[in-house]
């Protein structure tokens, strides 16, 4: 079976430092990886996602960036923080979509960034 | 636009009642719906999703979806809720896919609160 890890689950980091936020996937090969943000409890917002090693697709534009450099690992990063980057972070995985197939994406556990 | 809506902030039952959770959308073409849980401080759970075929969905812990083409909705229902539903519901609707990624668009979450 298929599992995702995410990891730290909680960090505190004070405003301009940098970020890193690391998510894997076991159990499934070549899958689509997705980083989502929900603020305050509710709304999720896609920030990136990719198809493929090296490949990644933004969203919306922040002070975010993603890297994919093996097939099954996907890491969020910042290099200054800003107070508006506190959330929590979601990594999620699906299979290919390869055409609207109504793949089910699966999240991980969650990161809880808190800049101060 | 593609949108999903859920229009109400908050359910409450009473355990032992059975429960609606709404959701209605609008999207180009024939969907693809889902719905998702949120526990406090975890990340999304796959309850049920609707793809194609028989209008009612059964899914995880007893929930089933009906998906009713002509009112464009797509309700989470349970004939007897339990204290432990209590959680965030998330309804979700995935477009026409592009560039080869499932895209999921969400909707700004229900809270149930299932009351002994």
């Known amino acids: 079976s298929q599992t995702i890890h995410q990891w730290p689950a909680t960090l505190v980091q004070p405003v301009g430092s940098p970020l890193s936020l690391e998510c894997t996937v076991e159990?499934?090969?070549?899958?689509?990886l997705y980083w989502y943000r929900q603020a305050a409890g509710r709304g999720l917002q896609l920030l990136f996602y990719?198809?493929?090693?090296?490949?990644i697709s933004s969203e919306v534009p922040q002070n975010l960036s993603a890297s994919r450099p093996q097939d099954r690992q996907f890491i969020l990063s910042s290099k200054k923080l800003l107070l508006s980057d506190s959330g929590f972070y979601l990594c999620?995985?699906?299979?290919?979509?390869?055409?609207?197939?109504?793949?089910?994406?699966?999240f991980g556990e969650g990161s809880w960034l808190t800049v101060v | 636009a593609q949108s999903v809506a859920q229009p109400e902030d908050q359910v409450n039952v009473a355990e032992g009642n059975p429960l609606t959770v709404k959701c209605t959308y609008s999207?180009?073409?024939?969907?693809?719906l889902f719905w998702y849980v949120q526990y406090p401080n975890r990340g999304l759970q796959f309850l049920l999703k609707?793809?194609?075929?028989?209008?009612l969905v059964k899914g995880s812990y007893g929930f089933e979806a009906e998906f009713n083409k002509s009112q464009t909705s797509f309700h989470l229902k349970k004939p007897s809720a339990l204290v432990s539903d209590s959680a965030l519901y998330f309804c979700?609707?995935?477009?026409?896919?592009?560039?080869?990624?499932?895209?999921?668009?969400f909707g700004a979450g229900t809270r149930l609160a299932v009351h002994p």
């Open positions: 999620a995985w699906s299979v290919q979509a390869g055409g609207r197939t109504g793949n089910t994406i699966y």
């Open positions: 159990g499934t090969s070549n899958p689509n």
């Open positions: 990719s198809v493929g090693i090296g490949q």
């Open positions: 999207v180009s073409g024939n969907p693809y």
């Open positions: 609707y793809i194609t075929g028989d209008n």
């Open positions: 979700a609707v995935s477009p026409l896919v592009s560039g080869g990624y499932n895209k999921l668009i």
